[in-house]
């Protein structure tokens, strides 16, 4: 498997920025409320960074197949974020407002990080 330097760069920056800003903000909230937030934070943080390095590796491949990736990581991703809400909320339940606004939150900036970077990825073969 080939993975370019800039996914795992990109990926490194994602995890750390993630891990470090859910881990204060658990230690400010405490141990129940700081478990439902790293929680919240791990699954959007996996699947962003696994999708990212997917999307990077198949660019390089073959720019072609990107798209039809995207489509099945998209419907992958509802059934792993179905399943894991339901897990976090209904097995371990986790607090839900932490877990909740952890879990949209990340959820968002992580999105809007791959789509940036996917941006980036599209521009260096336009210039």
């Known amino acids: 498997m080939i993975v370019g330097k800039e996914a795992v760069k990109e990926a490194a920056w994602m995890?750390?920025?993630?891990?470090?800003?859910?881990?204060?903000?658990?230690?400010?909230?405490?141990?129940?409320?700081?478990?439902?937030?790293?929680?919240?934070?791990a699954a959007p943080l996996f699947a962003a960074t696994a999708s990212w390095v997917m999307a990077e590796r198949t660019f390089k491949r073959n720019p072609e197949a990107l798209t039809s990736l995207m489509v099945a990581a998209f419907a992958g991703k509802m059934l792993f974020f179905g399943a894991y809400v339901v897990m976090a909320l209904g097995v371990l339940a986790l607090r839900p407002v932490p877990f909740?606004?952890?879990?949209?939150?990340?959820?968002?900036?992580?999105?809007m990080t791959e789509a940036l970077c996917l941006?980036?990825?599209?521009?260096?073969i336009f210039r």
């Open 15 to 41: 995890t750390g920025a993630s891990v470090a800003s859910s881990f204060a903000v658990a230690a400010f909230l405490g141990a129940q409320a700081g478990a439902a937030v790293i929680a919240g934070m």
């Open 100 to 111: 909740v606004a952890s879990f949209t939150s990340y959820f968002i900036a992580l999105y």
């Open 119 to 124: 941006r980036r990825l599209y521009m260096g």
